[in-house]
């Protein structure tokens, strides 16, 4: 379970810590857009490099 203030601590933290140089990079980054975004492309490539580490264990060698 994600605490609903997720966002406005991980927000003001990354600030304080200096991870991000200002409260409106930090608040364009860490939104749940962003965090969906992320979440399908990061998904849809794990998704290709798996499926080609598979086919690569998994093929069959040609006789002849």
Do not use: C, D, W
Not at 32 to 38: A, D, K, T
Not at 48 to 60: C, D, G, K, L, Y
């Amino acid at each position: 379970i994600i605490t609903p203030e997720y966002f406005p601590n991980v927000i003001a933290h990354s600030v304080e810590t200096g991870y991000h140089s200002s409260l409106e990079e930090a608040e364009a980054y860490f939104n749940l857009n962003s965090y969906i975004l992320q979440a399908t492309v990061g998904t849809l490539i794990m998704g290709v490099i798996t499926s080609a580490v598979v086919a690569f264990f998994v093929r069959t060698k040609s006789k002849g």
